[in-house]
């Protein structure tokens, strides 16, 4: 059971509250471009966020409450790669192990996932953690930086952990177990600055893997094939 403190507003008004932030000019660019290797619907690979009151949410703010309340040194580097570029996450397993990362490929998945990534969280406009955490009597501790001006829900850096992860999965299917806790790691980093739910994470991850699968078959005969 949770115990809620000095919860303020009803559960309806609570349930009401969204992210009222309008798309930056180049969020809205990218919301216009094509997606010629997404041939899927795009409003039907996740369903609806949890609802602000509901049980998912509240376990997932306890959870930040907990994890953002004293971060190690090891867990403020892991935020702030993340933060900078989810990719840098990937280079030093792939250097360890001799493996290639394969920028073009994964840059041409990325223009075809990150409109769609974008249209989503302004289709649900979730709000940030940090905005209902009040409302129901908890304190999340968050690391302020430039990367979290637009609504919660998919996550969009797990979303580009999770492109990287399928790509390099399909290339390199031997280091796969490897790779999947590496793209996991992106989404943690988000959760310990205290920006994201885990439900946001798990939203982008099966998003991402719906959309690789369409552009996987929709790359044949390109060159590309994995």
Not at 43 to 64: F, G, R, V, Y
Not at 217 to 224: D, H, M, P, Q
């Amino acid at each position: 059971m949770i115990h809620i403190l000095n919860a303020t507003g009803g559960s309806e008004e609570i349930n009401q509250i969204k992210y009222e932030g309008q798309p930056r000019e180049k969020d809205k660019k990218e919301m216009q471009k094509d997606t010629p290797l997404v041939t899927v619907d795009w409003i039907d690979l996740i369903p609806a966020p949890p609802e602000n009151t509901s049980d998912s949410t509240k376990l997932d703010l306890q959870e930040l409450e907990r994890v953002t309340r004293n971060l190690s040194k090891e867990d403020f580097d892991l935020v702030m790669t993340v933060d900078k570029e989810p990719s840098d996450l990937f280079m030093p397993y792939l250097k360890r192990n001799g493996l290639t990362y394969p920028k073009e490929l994964i840059d041409l998945v990325l223009d075809n996932v990150y409109p769609i990534w974008l249209k989503l969280k302004y289709h649900y406009r979730r709000a940030r953690p940090f905005q209902i955490a009040p409302h129901l009597g908890f304190i999340i501790s968050v690391i302020q930086t430039s990367t979290h001006q637009t609504p919660a829900y998919p996550s969009g850096h797990q979303a580009e952990g999770s492109v990287i992860t399928e790509v390099l999965s399909s290339i390199y299917p031997e280091h796969k177990t490897k790779l999947y806790e590496i793209g996991a790691m992106v989404g943690r980093a988000r959760v310990l600055q205290g920006v994201h739910y885990q439900s946001d994470n798990d939203a982008a991850m099966i998003m991402t893997r719906l959309l690789w699968q369409n552009i996987k078959e929709n790359l044949k005969g390109t060159g590309y094939e994995q």
